[in-house]
C-alpha cells in the first residue's frame, strides 16, 4: 500500500509540473511576458505537490502501526492483560501481528485469531485512508499551483524559497539528531534512575546486573554501581594509549621528516587501510591471534594470564588507533609554518634536533587534541572490546585481569530480551547517557584546544 | 672563506667539538630508526592481520562433498506419502548399499557423514519427480563439518583420540569413503547463495549480503540528499548567526558520538516510540544514515569550497540566481568530490556493527529477507554472531565472512579513488 502510495504522489508531482509548465507556455505563445521561466512554473507546483505529500506519507506511516497495535491491544477481550508485564505483552502483540501476515505457528486461541483478524482489517483500511487523504493533498495542491499561473507570478522566488525551506529542514536534522539522542538517553535514564538512586549509580562499587526478569529466575540481587565499569574502560583505554600514541607519533615524525617522497605517498594509504578496517574484524583478531597468542607468552614465564585480558582488548584497539593519533599527528606537525623549521636549521640544528625541539614543541597542542579524540574513540568503540574483553565488572587495574567496559556492557545488556521497564535493560541507558557525556566533554575539549592552535598559526 | 675568521674563531675541528657533533648525529640515527620502526610496526601488524584471516579464511571457500548413490526402494517411500517418508532409512539403505561389508556399527557412522541436509536434498529430488521411486538417485551433498575439517587437515590425526572430536572409527570410515573416491573438495558456493543455518557445511552470507545491501539503500536514499542540502545550506546560504553556529558545532559533534549510542537512539526511538519492525535493514539503514550524515556533509562541504569563486561570479553575472549558481554551476562540479565523500562514508556504515546489534540485527535468521522490512542480518552482525558460535566449523567460515566484507571495502573505496582521480578538477 505505501508503495502505491508513492508512485501515486510521484505521479502527481510529474502531472502538477507538466500542468503548471504547460500553462506558463500556452501564456508565453500567446504573447505575454512571464516574470519567471516556465520551468520554475512547473517546479512550483511539483514542489507544492510534493513536499506535503511526501511529509504527509512519513507521518502517516510512522504512526500507523503504533496506532493500529495500540488500538488492537485496547480491544482484546478485558482480563486477558491482567498480570502480564510489558515483556508478555509484547511478546502477544507480536504473536497477533504474525497471524495477522498469514505467519500461523500451531492453532491459537480464537480471540487472538480475531484479533488478528481486526488488525488486518484495520490496516487496510488505513492504507485505503491513507490513500485518499493523499489524493485529496495532492488535488488541493494542484488547483492551487495551477490557480496561481500568471505573467506576472513570480514562480521562482516561490521555487527558491521552497528549496531554501527544505535545505533548512535538511540541516536541522542534525540538530534533531542530537536532540533525539539526548531526549531518548535522558528519558530512559531518568526512570533508570526512578529504579536505581542515582549516588548508588555513580559511587557504587558494584556492577551485578544480573537481576531475575521473571519471578521463577535464579540470578543475582542486583547491584549498579558504574565505577568499576568505568575503570575497565579506563584501564583498556590507558593500554591502548600506551602502544598506540607512541607508535603513531613516531610514525608521524619519521613520515613527516625523514621519509622520502616515494616511501610517503606508499606508506600513508596502508596506514588508511589500519583505520578502513571494521571494528568487528578487529574484534575477531584479537580473539583469534591476539588473546591465545598473549596466554601463550604468559605460560612460558609463568604469567597467569586471563583468557580475556584487558591487554588483549588494549592492544588490539592500539592497532586501530595507530592510524588516528599518526594523521593527527602529520597534520599538526606539518602546520607548523616552514619558516619555524628553516629558522632552527639555518642555525645548524640537526633535523631530529628541528623536530623534537622546535617542531614538536609547537605542535604539541594540535597532537594532543589528536590524543584526546582517540581517548574518547577508545572509550566509545565496541565491537572490539564486546569480543576480547571480559563481561564481569571486577574493580582492579591489572592489564592482565578481565575487565569489563561501559559498551560491552550496553551491549549485553540490550542484547535479547529487552522490556523497556525493568532497570537492567534501562540500566543500558543510564551508561549509555555517561558515555556520551565523558566523549562530548572530550571531544569539546579536544576540538577548542585544535582549533585555538590553530588560529595561532594562520 | 678562512679569511674571514681569525683570532678566536671557533675550532671546528677541535676532539670535543667533533664528539659533540658525532652524539648529535647519533641522535639523528635513533630518531631516524625509531620513527622506521614504529612505522614498520603498523605495517608488520597489517600484514599479520590480514595474513592470518586469510590462512583461516581460505579454507572456507572450498568444501568436502559426497557422492552418494541413494536408492530410493518403493518400500520405504509410497508415492502417495512422499514428504512423509523415512528419508533417513533412506539414506541408511544407500550407506549400506555401499559398503555391503560394513557392521551395524560402522554403518551408523557412515550414515553421519554427509551432512543433516542429505536426506532433504534426496527428498526435494523425489517430490519433483516421482517417478524416481523405485529407482536410485545420485545426489553430492555437503559432508558435516566435522568431517569437512578432516578432509582439510584440520584435524590432527595424532592427537589421542579421546581429545579428538573424531573417534578412530569415524576416520577409518571416512578414509574408507575417500579410497572409493566418493570424496571430493569443490568450491563452496552456498557461502554466498545460502543463508544462515546451525551447520557450518551450510551456513551462509546470502542473507547478511542483501541485509546489507538493504541497509546501505535506505542508508543512501536518506543520507544522500539530506547531506548535500544541508552542506548546500551551510556552506552557500547560511547567514552568520546562532542558529548556523549550533547545527555547526552538532555536525562536528555528531561525527565523535560513539557508534553505540546511536544504537541506543535508535532502539529507543525507531523500534520504542514509533514502534518499527526490530531486526529491520531499514531501521538498520535510518540508523547508519544518522551516522553517515556528518561524514557526507563535511565531505560535500569541503568538495563546495574546492569550486573557485570565479565561477559563482561569472554566473552571478550574467544574471543567474543565487539557487541557479548553486544548483546549475557549482553543484555539478562538486559531484566528484560528493560522490568519494559519499562512497567513502557508506563504506564506513558497511562495516559498523554495534548499532546493528542493539536494533537486534544479531537474530539467527534462516531464510534472506524479501524486503527491507523484514528481520535480516547484516555482514558485519553475521560475522559477530559466526565469531560467537561454538562449533569449530565457524571460525574459518567467520574468516571468509570477513574476507569478504574487505572485499567489499576495498571494492567501495577503489571505486572513491577512481572517481577522485578520475574526474576531480584542480583549479
Known amino acids: 500500500m505505501a508503495g502505491w502510495a508513492f508512485l501515486l504522489l510521484a505521479a502527481a508531482t510529474v502531472f502538477a509540473y507538466a500542468l503548471n509548465r504547460r500553462a506558463a507556455d500556452a501564456l508565453r505563445e500567446d504573447g505575454r511576458r512571464l516574470h519567471s521561466l516556465p520551468g520554475f512554473h512547473g517546479g512550483y507546483a511539483a514542489l507544492l505537490v510534493l513536499v506535503p505529500g511526501f511529509l504527509f506519507l512519513c507521518l502517516w506511516l510512522v504512526f500507523q502501526s503504533a496506532f493500529i497495535n495500540r488500538s488492537v491491544m485496547a480491544g482484546l477481550p478485558p482480563g486477558t492483560l491482567d498480570g502480564l508485564d510489558s515483556g508478555a505483552v509484547q511478546l502477544l502483540q507480536s504473536e497477533i501481528i504474525s497471524i495477522s501476515r498469514g505467519q500461523v505457528f500451531g492453532t491459537p486461541e480464537p480471540w487472538k485469531l480475531e484479533a488478528a483478524t481486526r488488525m488486518s482489517e484495520m490496516r487496510s483500511t488505513a492504507g485505503w485512508v491513507m490513500i485518499a487523504l493523499l489524493a485529496l493533498i495532492a488535488l488541493g495542491a494542484i488547483l492551487y499551483a495551477r490557480s496561481r499561473v500568471s505573467a506576472a507570478f513570480r514562480a521562482r522566488q516561490g521555487f527558491e524559497r521552497i528549496v531554501h525551506g527544505i535545505m533548512v529542514a535538511c540541516s536541522v536534522v542534525a540538530i534533531l539528531t542530537t536532540f533525539g539522542i539526548v531526549a531518548s538517553l535522558l528519558f530512559e535514564s531518568l526512570q533508570f534512575f526512578r529504579m536505581v538512586p542515582v549516588n548508588e549509580f555513580l559511587f557504587g562499587l558494584n556492577w551485578e546486573p544480573q537481576i531475575p526478569i521473571r519471578a521463577d529466575q535464579v540470578a543475582g540481587t542486583g547491584a549498579f554501581g558504574w565505577v568499576p565499569v568505568f575503570v575497565g574502560t579506563l584501564v583498556i583505554t590507558v593500554i591502548a594509549l600506551f602502544v598506540s600514541v607512541p607508535i603513531g607519533l613516531f610514525s608521524a615524525i619519521y613520515l613527516n621528516e625523514f621519509a622520502s617522497d616515494r616511501f610517503r605517498a606508499f606508506a600513508k594509504p596502508v596506514l588508511e587501510i589500519l583505520a578502513g578496517v571494521p571494528t568487528v574484524v578487529y574484534g575477531f583478531f584479537a580473539v583469534l591471534v591476539v588473546a591465545p597468542a598473549l596466554r601463550n607468552a604468559g605460560a612460558e614465564v609463568g604469567l597467569p594470564i586471563s583468557p580475556n585480558t584487558a591487554l588483549a582488548a588494549g592492544s588490539v584497539m592500539a592497532i586501530m588507533l595507530i592510524p588516528f593519533i599518526s594523521s593527527f599527528s602529520d597534520d599538526a606537525l606539518g602546520a607548523v609554518p616552514q619558516s619555524l623549521r628553516d629558522g632552527s636549521l639555518a642555525l645548524g640544528a640537526t633535523r631530529s634536533e628541528t623536530v623534537l625541539k622546535v617542531l614538536f614543541p609547537a605542535a604539541i597542542p594540535g597532537i594532543v587534541g589528536g590524543i584526546l579524540l582517540a581517548v574518547s574513540r577508545a572509550i566509545g568503540e565496541t565491537m572490539i572490546v564486546v569480543m576480547a574483553a571480559g563481561l564481569i565488572a571486577t574493580l582492579t587495574i591489572n592489564p592482565l585481569d578481565s575487565v569489563t567496559t561501559v559498551t560491552v556492557q550496553i551491549v549485553t545488556l540490550l542484547i535479547g530480551d529487552t522490556s523497556f521497564d525493568n532497570p537492567k535493560t534501562l540500566a543500558a541507558f543510564a551508561l549509555g547517557l555517561m558515555l556520551f557525556l565523558v566523549t562530548l566533554g572530550i571531544n569539546v575539549l579536544a576540538l577548542r584546544i585544535v582549533r585555538k592552535y590553530r588560529e595561532l598559526y594562520d | ?427
Open chain 2, 1 to 427: 672563506m678562512t679569511d674571514i675568521s681569525t683570532g678566536t674563531a671557533q675550532d671546528w675541528n677541535a676532539p670535543e667539538v667533533r664528539s659533540n657533533l658525532r652524539r648529535r648525529h647519533r641522535g639523528e640515527r635513533w630518531l631516524r630508526g625509531i620513527g622506521l620502526a614504529a612505522i614498520l610496526t603498523a605495517f608488520a601488524v597489517l600484514v599479520i592481520l590480514l595474513g592470518s584471516l586469510t590462512a583461516s579464511g581460505y579454507k572456507a571457500f572450498s568444501q568436502t562433498f559426497i557422492t552418494l548413490d541413494v536408492p530410493v526402494s518403493a518400500d520405504r517411500v509410497k508415492p502417495d506419502r512422499i514428504a512423509a517418508a523415512n528419508w533417513r532409512g533412506v539414506m541408511q539403505d544407500a550407506v549400506a548399499a555401499m559398503f555391503p561389508d560394513a557392521t551395524d556399527a560402522e554403518r551408523k557412522v557412515l550414515a553421519a557423514i554427509p551432512s543433516s541436509v542429505a536426506q532433504f536434498a534426496v527428498r526435494d529430488r523425489v517430490l519433483a519427480d516421482p517417478a524416481l521411486i523405485g529407482q536410485t538417485v545420485t545426489v553430492s551433498v555437503p559432508v558435516s563439518d566435522p568431517f569437512d575439517q578432516l578432509h582439510k587437515g584440520l584435524i590432527d590425526r595424532a592427537t589421542p583420540e579421546e581429545n579428538r572430536r573424531l573417534k578412530d572409527a569415524e576416520i577409518a570410515a571416512f578414509d574408507r569413503l575417500v579410497e572409493a573416491g566418493k570424496v571430493a573438495l569443490r568450491p563452496n558456493w552456498a557461502l554466498v547463495t545460502s543463508a544462515d543455518s546451525r551447520f557450518p557445511e551450510l551456513a551462509g552470507l546470502r542473507g547478511a549480503l542483501i541485509g546489507s545491501f538493504y541497509a546501505l539503500l535506505t542508508c543512501f536514499v536518506i543520507s544522500f540528499p539530506i547531506g548535500i542540502g544541508a552542506a548546500i545550506y551551510l556552506e552557500e546560504f547560511a547567514p552568520k548567526n546562532r542558529l548556523s553556529d549550533l547545527i555547526e558545532i552538532n555536525i562536528n559533534n555528531l561525527a565523535a558520538v560513539p557508534s553505540v549510542v546511536f544504537g541506543l537512539l535508535g532502539l529507543a526511538v525507531f523500534l520504542g516510540w514509533f514502534g518499527l519492525p526490530r531486526s529491520a535493514p531499514f531501521v538498520g539503514g535510518l540508523v547508519l544514515a544518522l551516522m553517515t550524515l556528518p561524514t557526507i556533509i563535511i565531505a560535500t562541504r569541503a568538495a563546495l569550497k574546492a569550486v573557485p569563486p570565479s565561477i559563482r561570479e561569472a554566473a552571478l553575472g550574467i544574471g543567474a540566481s543565487r539557487q541557479q549558481v548553486v544548483f546549475q554551476h557549482v553543484l555539478p562540479l562538486a559531484m566528484p568530490g560528493i560522490l568519494t565523500g559519499t562512497i567513502i562514508g557508506l563504506a564506513q556504515a558497511l562495516g559498523e556493527t554495534a548499532p546493528l546489534l542493539l536494533i537486534g540485527m544479531n537474530a539467527f535468521i534462516t531464510a534472506a529477507p524479501a524486503t527491507p522490512f523484514d528481520a535480516a542480518t547484516a555482514l558485519p552482525t553475521q560475522i559477530f554472531i559466526w565469531a560467537d558460535s561454538p562449533e569449530r566449523g565457524f571460525v574459518s567460515r567467520t574468516s571468509a565472512a570477513i574476507l569478504v566484507l574487505l572485499g567489499f571495502l576495498i571494492l567501495m573505496n577503489g571505486l572513491a579513488i577512481f572517481l577522485r582521480n578520475r574526474f576531480e578538477r584542480r583549479w
